[in-house]
């Protein structure tokens, strides 16, 4: 079998002499011209040459001969002729591997595969790191759900503005903004701290300014800071009244407009910025009476920032920055609630993580493909095939019982797992408050510092009262001594639920079955006596 491959040496016109050989055989050999001829050494015997360097079984002594083989070996021409002995029958030995063709192919193929793995990897880090690099505005970021959302995007490498007022520890609240952006740089980003009392217009400016130097620009800004009261109309004053909307609207409109418009500093980077969101923390424009009536200077503020959302979505969409709003749909375990429903209040809310999350899955989305939106947290996780939403309850075990927050219309919340029953006959509401007279102490009487009128509807229709102002406290039929500081009206079977923990004041209250009159905040101060009671009615 003739074997044709590249070699270095004589043309195909040169035909060396081997000694021992019958037969004329083509070597490559180095040295000759052209037209000279070699005369090479071999064998005493008829063989074949053998090429060494290729195989340990290939040498210049061999016992017989072996039978012509293919080889195929690099030389300066592809028409040179071979003749080797191999290790078996009519078998192809490469030689110094594949041809150039064939060395082309395993490269290309070699590039593509290597583009192709740094390509994944890559997209691995986008989805990882969707906001690193970014830089975020987050207005009371130095505790609370501000602060969840500036760790969430702080996790990506994101640059996080922190601006609060908490320069110095609260002696009720955790946190400064120097702890919490400590926080945000271990847990990978990087951060500056700001004081910032939204109210006052030049640190909104010195902030924004910081936050331009620092960081090159702004991209997304969340409008998280608000204020809350509780309050009926008559019980605002004009201070609580200015303290909430000049933080809440006027508050969310200065640092929008500040990180938008001021001296044209920002605006630039807003318009050139490929990913640019507003976020405000606030509800769904809920036209329901309900969510007016009891605290209306309250809602007023609040949705004074939804609609700030409403119209900037739609003034600005040419820009390609995308303004959405977001709310939680149950309470959330922060120092506003526990202000509400007290230290107990865990039970009832979910974590701050929450918001966090979905606020997350929102700011990472391409501006243009979300904007004027009110959104609902478990619903956007929910979107984003999250349904098991436990995880985010302060206390798993209670994660069906929650209390639902404002603004949202929405099922009971009572608890379902109260096996308590009810005392019989027609004076279970006398018996009751028998037992809540029985059970006051001078310790609740400092904690609460309220009084309370209860109005009965239903068979036991009536007025009665919890007096916590004074001494170790009292209860009965009636009218409180001091004066109620709130009035709570319900039908009687609703009231016993609530003292025997079926049924919760905040989620009574948010459904409609507890109606309330004067301090709110007060009146939710109740749930701490119906908890120290519910196991003696």
């Given at each position: 079998m003739t074997l044709i491959g590249k070699v270095v040496g004589p043309s195909r016109k040169q035909e060396p002499t081997i000694p021992g050989s019958s037969r004329k055989q083509e070597p490559t050999v180095l040295g000759p011209s052209r037209d000279q001829e070699s005369t090479l050494p071999g064998p005493s015997r008829k063989q074949d040459l053998t090429v060494q360097g290729y195989s340990e079984e290939l040498n210049p002594t061999i016992p017989k001969p072996l039978r012509e083989q293919e080889l195929i070996v690099p030389g300066p021409s592809r028409d040179q002729e071979l003749t080797i002995p191999g290790p078996s029958r009519d078998q192809e030995l490469p030689v110094q591997?594949?041809?150039?063709?064939?060395?082309?192919?395993?490269?290309?193929?070699?590039?593509?595969?290597?583009?192709?793995q740094i390509q994944l990897f890559y997209h691995a880090i986008e989805d990882r790191q969707k906001l690193a690099g970014r830089t975020i505005f987050i207005t009371g970021a130095s505790r609370g759900i501000g602060k969840a959302i500036a760790l969430k995007a702080a996790q990506d490498g994101a640059n996080i503005v922190i601006a609060a007022k908490t320069a110095e520890p609260h002696p009720k609240l955790p946190g400064t903004i120097y702890s919490a952006a400590k926080e945000v740089e271990e847990a990978g980003g990087k951060c500056l701290p700001c004081v910032v009392d939204i109210r006052n217009e030049q640190q909104v400016i010195d902030a924004v300014q910081k936050a331009v130097s620092k960081f090159g620009g702004i991209d997304i800004l969340v409008n998280n800071a608000s204020a809350i009261s509780l309050t009926g109309t008559l019980q605002t004053d004009m201070k609580r009244y200015d303290l909430m909307h000049n933080i809440n609207t006027r508050g969310t409109f200065l640092v929008y407009v500040q990180c938008r418009l001021w001296s044209k500093v920002c605006l630039p980077y807003l318009q050139q910025s490929n990913h640019a969101h507003i976020l405000n923390l606030s509800p769904p424009l809920n036209m329901n009476p309900f969510w007016f009536k009891n605290h209306v200077a309250y809602t007023m503020a609040k949705y004074g920032m939804s609609m700030c959302v409403l119209g900037m979505a739609e003034e600005f969409k040419d820009s390609n920055i995308a303004v959405n709003a977001l709310w939680p749909k149950t309470a959330i375990h922060t120092a506003a609630i526990e202000m509400l429903s007290g230290p107990e209040a865990g039970d009832i809310s979910r974590k701050p993580e929450i918001i966090a999350d979905a606020a997350y899955a929102i700011l990472i989305k391409e501006p243009r493909t979300l904007t004027g939106k009110f959104l609902v947290d478990e619903d956007v996780l929910r979107d984003e095939g999250i349904q098991d939403l436990s995880q985010y309850a302060v206390n798993p075990a209670n994660a069906d019982n929650l209390m639902m927050d404002f603004f949202l219309d929405a099922p009971d919340v009572a608890s379902s797992h109260s096996n308590i029953k009810r005392p019989g006959g027609g004076t279970k509401i006398a018996k009751m408050f028998d037992v809540i007279q029985n059970n006051l102490n001078?310790?609740?009487?400092?904690?609460?510092?309220?009084?309370?009128?209860f109005v009965v509807k239903g068979d036991e229709e009536g007025t009665w009262f919890v007096d916590l102002k004074s001494g170790k406290g009292s209860a009965g039929k009636g009218k409180p001594p001091s004066g109620p500081d709130a009035t709570l009206t319900m039908n009687e079977k609703d009231l016993f639920d609530m003292f025997t923990g079926k049924l919760k004041p905040a989620g009574a209250f948010m459904t409609g079955k507890l109606k309330i009159s004067g301090d709110l905040q007060k009146a939710l101060k109740l749930e701490k006596l119906m908890g120290m009671l519910k196991s003696k009615l």
């Open positions: 591997g594949p041809s150039r063709e064939q060395e082309r192919t395993v490269k290309s193929k070699i590039v593509i595969i290597q583009i192709c001078p310790e609740l009487v400092a904690k609460t510092n309220a009084s309370f009128l």
